[in-house]
């Protein structure tokens, strides 16, 4: 399996790392991308890519910060991604939910950095909450970036019209909530071969383990859930999957990963 959205990054990781790792790898989880939402936590995804066999980094600014977004941090993410081991940029979007950062704001960054993805070849990891109808509509000014959904939680339509653009989505541990039967009927219509698996640690904890912190040793329950809504093994979730992912970041296979 691979988790392609996890923050390792995050603090609460720091304490206890390495086992967090291991008990991803004894889990069955061979890969995890690691996103960043500042500058900080981008740096950070770098250097847990460069420690750990299998882990990966995606570097950006998330639309709560967007209001730091400047020539200087641009300058400097541009750099970060230049890293053999960064795989995209992300997350970035809007999020009208929480608005911690303005509108028109969040909106400017997210163009800026759609286009610094289009300049480097590199897909775009998306965030978009309560503001499904500007991210499609900023997306559409470039069309020639390759963007995953992250924790898509939009309607079955809205994902009629990504899936025609070409973009992928990821879910996460919202599919096993007991009262999501709305986002699973969303997840049944989109083709597997487009889906990513996420866990969005240490956020979004899968059942029954909601309240602790979630980790990426956790992907299986998802992985799982997935299989019964799509009515297939999950042996071939894992195989499709995984393979999605490889495909949307380009990753390479590597040794200590198989």
């Not at 069955?28 to 890519?49: C, F, K, P, R």
């Not at 919202?174 to 889906?195: D, G, H, K, Y």
Request: hydrophobic share 40%; glycine share 6%.
């Amino acid at each position: 399996m691979i988790d392609s959205h996890a923050h390792l990054n995050d603090p609460r990781f720091a304490e206890d790392l390495a086992d967090v790792v291991l008990r991803a790898r004894e889990a069955g989880v061979t890969e995890i991308v690691n996103v960043g939402y500042d500058l900080t936590s981008s740096e950070a995804a770098v250097q847990l890519a460069e420690g750990f066999p299998g882990l990966w980094a995606v570097v950006g600014l998330h639309p709560h910060d967007a209001k730091l977004w400047n020539e200087e941090l641009e300058s400097r993410l541009e750099e970060l991604a230049g890293h053999p081991r960064v795989l995209a940029i992300g997350e970035a979007g809007l999020d009208y939910y929480y608005d911690n950062s303005p509108r028109e704001e969040q909106r400017a960054a997210f163009r800026s950095q759609l286009a610094l993805a289009e300049r480097l070849g590199l897909p775009v990891v998306i965030h978009s909450r309560e503001a499904a109808q500007d991210t499609l509509e900023i997306l559409r000014e470039h069309t020639q970036v390759e963007c995953l959904l992250h924790c898509y939680s939009g309607s079955a339509e809205t994902a009629r019209t990504y899936l025609e653009m070409g973009h992928y989505f990821s879910f996460g541990g919202p599919i096993t909530f007991q009262n999501a039967n709305r986002l699973r009927s969303v997840v049944a219509e989109i083709p597997l071969e487009r889906i990513l698996l996420e866990t969005d640690c240490p956020y979004l904890t899968p059942h029954p383990h909601r309240g602790k912190r979630n980790e990426p040793a956790y992907l299986g329950l998802i992985a799982g859930k997935l299989a019964e809504i799509h009515g297939v093994s999950v042996e071939e979730v894992v195989r499709i999957t995984a393979a999605n992912a490889r495909r949307f970041f380009r990753m390479p296979v590597e040794e200590d990963s198989r």
